[in-house]
């Protein structure tokens, strides 16, 4: 067969990363249990390689555009790639991001090995600023969970003037709705524990560039940490990214008609949404109490941590004391799933309306 040209991210979710054409081969990449290799090969030890990765590389790779190397979990890439920098360098980070990446840099900057400065990613001109003297640029775009969004392609110019890597968290948006490296950034990480492997069944992370002498370093960093992930879990997640497009496209309609309906519910006193996506985040007028009763009142909304599943699961985020004191405490982010949106409508509105 001649060479597949790739088409479009629908066609790759679905085609990527299979076996060849050939009779007798399977469909899908089998699961390739295997702590070592028969020697002479490129493989030769578990920690170094496995076909079960290399099969989801392929496509999430080709999705965002570049080289993929898959991690044992989201954070497992997101400190491979903070550790990038030299001592005592400069990282500029959403003070919003992630709670666990905010506090894997608090914690490499309490023991001296970096010096953090957080920056409203939002706010262009003043990440700009920040970028003067950073060896690291970490921008995510939307911020989980307050939704703000960033300009990547500004900021990462900026950065580039000084001489900084640009490294996008691309878990919210998925390479579908957003590809950070076409818009300049040198790195894109993944917890592709998230829409990715999309079934809340799997913890696994990524990272994908296009610079080869990045993507060595970084290899060689995974195997040398060991922070590789299991056979299985690649083979999981494959599997979820099969139908990416499928289920990124419905939790993004069901969202945008929640948004709608949920602007004049009395009980909220602010509805948040970058416009793309299935996250929102919508805040209790009255505050943390509301918030928990509200997670508690649904059928079919879960009140669990975690986004991106096929299911739709909510949380008030300040619940966990290491959430960041500026957002506000009565703050449910919401994680819209592929459920018929009038029964999602119809289980929220019913608990809002106990609140009022
Ligand atoms: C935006 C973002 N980045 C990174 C992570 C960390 O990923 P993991 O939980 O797979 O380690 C998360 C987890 O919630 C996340 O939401």
Redesign the pocket.
Known sequence: MSERAPITPATIAVTGGRPPHEPDQPLNAPITMASTYVAGGDLEYGRYGNPSWTAFEDVLGELEGGRCLTFA????A?MTVLDLVAQGAKVVLPRHA?Q??IMALADLEARGRLHAHLVDISDTAAVIAACDDAALVWI?TPT?PALEVADIAAIAEAAHESGAYVVV?N??ATPLLQQPLALGADIV?H????YLAGHSDV???AVVTADDELYDVLKGRRSLAGAVPGAFETWLALRGLRTLHLRVERAQANARILVERLQEHPALSEVRYPGFGGIVAIVLAEGELAADLLVRKTHVWVHAT??GGVESTFERRRRWKTEAATIPVGLVRMSVGIEDVEDLWTDLVTALDTLT
């Open positions: 979990s989201g954070m497992a997101v992630y666990g990446s995510e989980n968290d878990t919210f990480v917890s592709a524990t998230k913890l696994l992370g975690s986004l």
